[in-house]
């Protein structure tokens, strides 16, 4: 007999969940950058549009797959659509997405938990600029501590996996959500004491045209899909753990503003610290390790600042973490018939092994030509493979099934269920099945180089 499935023990516990995945490095750090590299206000608008247009489609398109399905994601493509294996292979490919991500993920969280430790020890004090920011390049380049740091954080994501549904993930996203959001709004509270605020109010929202490309326009779409958890299996997984009487639509429209509020906030709180000595924001992960540091030595209140800005980074990347291994963990429990703690090793295992590459691309010691045969990282490599290519493949996917492939009266019974919108039915359905596919596949188009909008639009 089948074992009955594990459910969310409240709505606040699913929100707070899948708000916890959504808000993640990529909130904290790609957004600001992106919006401040496309000219400001306008892409703002963009992602806005987008998150309402697309991500909201498919944000409840996964979650109504799983809850119909009550499966992991290889299960509920094999439920759905009498065990075809195309299908199931989408569900496998993002068991692969969530691999990939997890092993890149868990370096760069486990280099946030010790700057934790660094801050805390105030490393900064008696040290120039250029030694703080080295830090990081010593750090990078420590192949023994950043293993170190790797596997304390996937032993710290492994834990609450292995809790299960409520105990774990729901319990833990309640504390680690709400608290990021308190750090969040006490960080953002000093930035706004600073002389650079209203500079950084300027850059984020003021609309710059010459700065925005007509190829910022998809870039828009996929950092919304990206920081939306989409196409990875996430919220088809979280879908699973849903009762029948939830709302989906409903709750999916509160995730998604509190992605919005949350990336507008991070670039709130993060621009005033750079404009008021005068730097420049730079890309990427220098931004958080090189620049921050030194800047938050000379404010007032170094410890505390530095201490809880890298304690929202590492709780920001842990409810999402936690998201990607639940999705690796649950297939292999309805799968194999796996007992949660096996699954959540041999998973931790492989993420770990798999991550090894990564962790060592400053240390340089394995695969020492690669950056030159690829022109790029290891590290680089599986990130831009992953977000630039598997991701709108699952995403187109998962829309194409929504909207072409499961029957529409069945979907249809599963999106009124629980819902008092039941009017947005016929909405809803247009987007998945037209607007979603079509805008993918223009993304997917342009990163091919079969189309390019910049010459399109010159
Ligand atoms: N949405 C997360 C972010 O913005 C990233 C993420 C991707 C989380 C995939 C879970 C799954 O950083």
Known sequence: MKKNREHWASSFGFIMAAAGSAIGLGTLWQFPYMTSVNGGGLFVLLFLLFTVLIGIPIFIA??????????????????????????????WLSVLSALLILSYYCVVAGWGLNYVLLSFNQFYVGKTPEEISNVFQILFKSPGITILWQISFLILTGGVVYKGVRDGIEHWSKILTSSLLVILLILLGYSLTLDGFSKAVHYIFYPDLTKLKPSGVLEALGLAFFTLSLGQGVMLTYGSYMGKNENIPKTTCIVASMNIVVSVLAALMIF????????????????????LPVLFARLPGALILSTSFFVLLVFTALTSSVALLEVIVANFVDLFSWKRKKAVIVACLAIFIIGIPSALTGSNIIFPNWEIMYGKTFF?????????WILPFIGLFVSIFAGWKVNKKLIQEEFIMGTSWKKLFGIWYFFTKWLAPLAIIAIIMQRAGFIDLDKLFK
């Open 272 to 291: 005033p610290i750079i404009f008021t000595f005068g730097s420049e924001p730079v890309a990427g992960f220098g931004l958080v390790f090189e620049t």
């Open 380 to 388: 680089q490599t599986v990130v831009d493979i992953v977000s630039q």
């Open 62 to 91: 996964e979650l109504l797959l799983g809850r119909k399905a009550q499966r992991g994601a290889v299960g509920i493509f094999e439920n759905l659509e009498n065990n075809s294996s195309q299908w199931k292979g989408v569900g």
